[in-house]
Each structure stands twice: as C-alpha cells, then as structure tokens.
C-alpha cells in the first residue's frame, strides 16, 4: 500500500490552504511524522526545495503515476515550524477542526504588511581621508555635505532622520556623497515594539522562604526526565508573580525563552511593566488591541532570538521561541483559556502537549484553581506546590456577607447595603481606594413587562435584548439594535423596563450617593480604544480616583496598594447560570475580588452582597477557604458524573434549515449508539439529547446539541473520529455544520 504525504511548500496565510501531494518511498515509512521538514521537487524543473508534512494519507488525491517522490527528511533537528505544526496536529486530533483551522491557530500568519525598515548612514573613510574630503568640501563651499561629513566623522554611523532633521540635509546630498564613496545607506529591519517607550525602574527579585521553596521544587521537578505540570495554588497576595520572574530569569539566563499566558487584555499593563523592570526590552506583549503588523513582529523578534518573555492571552502559547523553557499559565482557572471557535483548544492542556514536544516545564498558578486542576494534582499527574500565606504575613481582608432580602425587608431599595455605604464613607474620609465589581454591563438586563411578562428579544436570536446608554437596545450575540420601546408590543402596558443593574447603572447610583467622589468604571463598554485599558488601570493606580467601578475585569491579578475596601455587588448574578461550573465561577470570582484588598500596608475589608447567603461557595469565599469549597464541589460533580470526574463532549450541528439541522442531530446520535453497543461498563456512555441548546438560534442559523458523558477521554476522541467520519460520507449533510467540544467551559 502506498503512502502519500501532503505538504506545505511555504508557511503564510496565503499559502496555508495550499497543500501537494507526495509519495513517501518505501525507505522513509517507518520514520515520517507530521510536521517533519522534508526535501521535494518543485514545479516542471523539479528544483529541490523545503516543505512540512501537514498530513499523511493512503489515498492519491490525483493520477498515482504523476505524483513526485519525497526525497529526503530532514534530521538535523527540529525546526520550530515543525513542532509547531506536530502541535497544530495534535489539536486537530483531541479536539476536532480541520487541519487547515489547526494550523491557522499554531503558525504566526505573514500578514500583508509592510515590514519598517530604519536607515543607518555609515562612514567609508578612514581618520584621513575622511580630513582631506572635509578640506576639499570646504574649498567648493559645499556647506552641507561638509556639515554631515563633520558629523559623520564624531559618529561613524547615524540615524537617517537625524541626519535629513536635525542636521538639514536632503535625501539628494545623501545619494551624491554615497556615489563618491563617502559613505552608505544601511537599512536595517524595525521591528515594531509594544513596550518600546516604556519607563522602566529596575527591580531585583527578593525572594522569602516560601516563595524561595516553591521556585526550588520547580526547577527540580523540571529537571526530570518527564516533568509534571506544577500547579502553584498560592493565596492572593502569596507572591506567586515573584516565583515566576525568578523561574524566567533562571531560564534567560541558560538561553532558553518562556511564555506567560494571562487571561485578560486588562492584565497585560501591570504584568508587562513588572516583567519591563526585570527585563527590559528582551520582554514583548501580544493583545487582541495589537495591529497584524505588530503581532507579527513580535513573532518574527521570538523566532529570530530578540526576547525571552512573552506574555499574552492564550494565543501567546504559539510564539515560536526555538528553545523553550518555561510556560507559565497564571490565573490558570480562567475560562478564557478555552477557545470558544474551532478548534475548541484548552490552553492548558495545549501547553502540557507543546512542553513534552519542546523540553520544558508547565507552571499552573491561582489563588482559586480550578477544579480539573486541583483534582489531577489532588491524583499525582501534576504537582501541588501550596503558598498559604501572604508575603510579609499581611491577614486577608476581613469580610461581611451581607443578605440582601434582609435589605429589602429593610426598605432598603438601592443596590448598596447599609454596611457597604457606611465602609464607603469611611474609605473616603481616610483617602483610601474602593473597588466594586458587577458581573455584568450595560444599564440593565433584559427589558420585561411587570404586566404581561413580555420579554422583548432579538428577531434573530433566541435571546433577550438589553438596554445599553443612549436609549439602545442591543443583542449581545449578532450586534441587533432597536430603540428602547416605552410600551408593551404584546399587552400596551406601561410598566416595562429593566431588570437589575449593570456597570453604567451602577456608576449612576455611587455618584448620586457620593458626589465629591472621583470615580471611574471599568467593562467592555469603556475599554474599546487601544490603550484604554492601560489609561483606566494607570488612573487608578495613580490614586487619580477613589472608587473604580467594573466587571471581572477589575478583580483578576491587579494589585493596588490604597485599596482598602471591596464591594461585591451581587455574587448571585454568576450563582445561578444554566451551567455546570455556576458554583465554581461564583467561588473564584468573589475570593478574587476580596483578595484586592488590603494589599499594601493598611488592612483590607470586603463586602459580599448576595441572595443565597448560605450558599457552599459564597461562605467558602467569605473565608477563602479552597479546600471547604472543593469538598463540597466534589460531591456534585461526582454524583452528576461532571468533568474532572467524568468526561464531557458537547457535539452541535448548525445551518440555515431547521429540518436539517434536526435530521443530522438525530442520525448522529443513532450512529454513536448503534457503534457503542458493545462498550463494557468501565467505558460506559451517556448520551444526552438531540436538544435545543440554550440559544436555539443566532442570525438565523439553528442548532441543535448532543451531550456525552464518559469516564475515558480517549473514548470520546474516538467517537469524535466516527462522527467526522459517518458525516463525509453522508452528502445529504453537507449543508449542515459539526462542531465538537470537550469539556466546554461555555455552552454552545
């Protein structure tokens, strides 16, 4: 049987799609891989030239007897573009998407960019000749060559537009002296720096036993010849940023790079300019708010030795460093380590599989991991490394859990407790800083008649709208717009509005109650410029306000020392979602909130404002007690049959037809059980659906979702493989959109 490989001739966006076939000659079976370089004839000439094998095949896409033969693999190393497509390979595999949507994802895309060049002006001369030209420019007065020679000969090389600015020379002048052999014009590639301009104060790493300890078992289970992923699960304030500086510095130090994923844009300001202090320019960013050309030439800098940090949000995890040491992960709980597009790829355990293909070490680290993690660690597949307290023994803030129907029986109808407004007071007079967090944006919620209970919704999406400033009312899912309606479409009545608060409503409400108060508000809605992020966050910092009012953005990793008191608004508004992880989201988003307090020298207080006081997950975070929280999350988890336990394989199908949609929903679900029959009881299978998901339809298109519950993972990958397969040889479907995810963060 033959055996074909397609590969790719050359990695660009425009040439990404663009495979060719080869055969691979008896000789050279036992050793191809995907990903592999290898050398092949090229066009009628058949030059030899490189490529990368993005897939192996036994079926001949063309005539067998016109396919060319691969001539040689390349075995002097690995290149990174081969590691990174053996990556994009595994993706493809564990979590389904075409090849093609793998590799666009792992290889940094050539945009169409201009590359920026900067122009050095060099001196030819030496000491004197350079004297006798000078004389002979003074004899024929020519005044301004005589000036840039002048220059030139106090600094040999000198920058175009010092040369054409400040010294007043033209271009014309410059090309004259250059055809005289005077001198030459150098361009040199400019690579375009996010962090150029940055301020930077050098800073030393002191570490204190704790951290010290942690950054000792680190390298030493790094230097195994399998590493474990370490997961430091360290307590807000614990120094966790500390330890990974240190690991980092170790690293550069022996040659080798390190990614730091974040989870959030509004982190990067504060995480970039204490690594900026530590390293300098030989650190980089990456950020959705960041230009094609820009994020390219960072990837171009990696690649070619001119960093050792990257920092950024998942897609960081791609940089292609040629010698990898470490990949940090911080706030690793965060659900925005999972893509919500195809492929459906979790950043961790991505980063697990890129650090076995490049020798390096996993650092998981949260002050509230997540329950996967903890409980591999809790198994012996990753290491647990526990900070329990914070640096210099500064207690955690003290907290009150305020219930909110005692409020309201209260008669107290604003959405700040009598606790929360009496501590606001106090932090003013004091001129000490306030932080209060809302899970949400926008004015309200969705608008809803108090007559009829008519909830107004997109036409194109089974979804509420919701009131946004400016009398708009605005679908979160395809950007439908709609004035605000006064009455009822469906009974005329009057009595319709929005239900709870956002950021902007808030904002309202804090500045009616408190006018001398300088606030600022923090969400998606005041974020949209490039740098507002940094602008809000350095306000802030700078104690150019009192109060930042904002959504989980402002509670993840930020560490501001006059903040002194916390207010959570509503911790049930996460408490009580159609999702699996409710409980756990809810724990991890009030114990980071209350860990932004009391920071710095004066001790901190929180405010947990909620409706389900008694709830497992508010009291643990009340006490930041993880293992409390844990135990009874465990419990659920394990009498539901919900990841970590078992696993979870959400499949959705989607297209313009109803009908279809259905259809293919059905015919895949018999497929999966008339091919599991036979399974044994430890691989057992539940199957969960054809059903509606909770948005049924988005810019008309529909969906429809299956659920599997399994204890094997490798068992889902494999039905993963049978349903790819059934739908390719099934036309009638062709219509019809297959999706997979596992272990979703986020329904469909």
């Not at 395809?478 to 605000?484: D, K, Q, W």
């Not at 009616?512 to 992020?533: E, G």
Request: with cysteine; glycine share 8%; charged share 25%.
């Amino acid at each position: 049987m033959k055996l074909y490989a397609n590969v790719i001739i050359d990695i660009s966006s425009e040439k990404l799609d663009k495979t060719f076939q080869y055969e691979v000659p008896e000789h050279l079976k036992q050793a191809i891989r995907i990903g592999m370089q290898v050398l092949v004839p090229f066009g009628n000439g058949g030059r030899r030239i490189r490529g990368y094998v993005v897939g192996l095949t036994e079926r001949a896409e063309y005539d067998p007897a016109k396919i060319k033969k691969i001539v040689q693999i390349n075995t002097e190393g690995m290149p990174i573009e081969s590691q990174l497509i053996g990556l994009a390979a595994w993706i493809r595999q564990n979590y389904g998407a075409t090849m093609n949507q793998a590799l666009k994802t792992v290889i940094p895309v050539r945009q169409k960019t201009a590359k920026k060049e900067k122009k050095k002006i060099c001196l030819l001369l030496d000491e004197g000749k350079a004297k006798e030209q000078l004389l002979d420019y003074r004899r024929r007065h020519s005044t301004a060559r005589e000036r840039l020679l002048e220059a030139l000969m106090d600094n040999p090389r000198l920058d175009y537009e010092v040369v054409t600015g400040k010294l007043n020379v033209s271009a014309s002048v410059v090309r004259a002296m250059e055809e005289q052999g005077v001198l030459k014009t150098q361009r040199l590639r400019d690579y375009r720096n996010p962090v150029r301009g940055l301020e930077r104060m050098e800073s030393h790493i002191t570490l204190n036993a704790m951290q010290r300890a942690a950054v000792e078992r680190i390298r030493e289970n790094a230097k195994a010849s399998n590493p474990r992923p370490c997961l430091i699960h360290g307590v807000t304030g614990s120094g966790k940023t500390e330890v990974y500086m240190e690991l980092i510095r170790g690293a550069a130090q022996a040659g080798r790079q390190s990614i730091v994923l974040i989870p959030e844009i509004a982190l990067t300001y504060q995480t970039v300019m204490r690594f900026y202090n530590c390293f300098g320019d030989r650190v980089s960013i990456l950020n959705s708010k960041m230009s094609q050309g820009e994020r390219y030439d960072q990837f171009e800098r990696a690649k070619n030795g001119g960093l050792d940090v990257m920092i950024g949000p998942r897609s960081a995890l791609f940089t292609p460093f040629p010698n990898l040491g470490y990949i940090v992960i911080d706030e690793e709980h965060e659900g925005t380590y999972k893509s919500e597009t195809m492929p459906r790829y979790h950043a961790r355990e991505t980063a697990i599989e890129r650090a076995k293909m490049a020798g390096a070490a996993v650092v998981l680290g949260s002050a509230t991991p997540s329950v996967d993690s903890y409980y591999k660690a809790c198994m012996g597949e990753y290491l647990l490394i526990e900070m329990k307290e914070r640096v210099h023994k500064k207690p955690l803030p003290t907290c009150h859990v305020i219930d909110l129907r005692a409020e309201l029986r209260e008669r107290n109808f604003s959405v700040l407790s009598r606790k929360l407004q009496e501590l606001i007071e106090d932090r003013l007079r004091r001129r000490e800083q306030v932080m209060l967090f809302l899970n949400r944006r926008g004015i309200s919620g969705f608008i809803s008649c108090r007559s009829c209970g008519h909830v107004v919704k997109c036409p194109h999406c089974d979804v509420s709208l919701s009131s946004h400033g400016g009398g708009r009312l605005l679908c979160h899912y395809c950007g439908y717009e709609a004035p605000m309606i006064s009455l009822c479409p469906s009974c005329g009545s009057p009595y319709i509005g929005g239900f709870k608060a956002g950021t902007e409503k808030i904002e309202q409400t804090v500045k009616a109650r408190f006018p001398d108060a300088r606030i600022l508000r923090m969400d998606m809605d005041t974020t949209r410029q490039k740098d507002s992020y940094e602008r809000i966050l350095s306000a802030f910092a700078n104690q150019e306000a009192d109060i930042l009012i904002g959504t989980q953005m402002i509670v993840k990793g930020h560490d501001f020392k006059n903040v002194t008191l916390v207010g959570v608004l509503a911790a049930d508004l996460s408490l009580y979602i159609g999702d699996y992880r409710a409980a756990e989201r809810t724990f991890q988003l009030v114990t980071q909130a209350v860990g932004r307090a009391g920071r710095g020298e004066k001790p901190g207080e929180a405010v947990i404002q909620t409706y389900s006081p008694d709830h497992y997950s508010v009291k643990a975070a009340a006490v930041s007690d993880y293992g409390a929280f844990y135990d009874a999350e465990m419990t659920y988890r394990k009498m539901m049959r919900y990841p970590p336990v078992w696993n979870l394989l959400v499949i959705l199908t989607a297209s313009k037809d109803e009908r279809l949609t259905a259809e293919a929903a059905g015919d895949i679900a018999a497929h999966i059980e008339a091919a599991n029959r036979e399974q044994t009881s430890s691989n057992k299978l539940l199957l969960i659906g054809p059903a509606e998901p909770a948005v049924a339809k988005v810019n008309d298109i529909y969906k429809r979702v299956l659920y599997l519950k399994c204890g094997e993972y490798d068992t889902l990958v494999k039905i993963k493989d049978g349903v790819e397969t059934y739908m390719q040889n099934h036309s009638a479907y062709r219509e019809v959109m297959v999706q997979f995810d596992f272990n979703p963060m986020n329904g469909f």
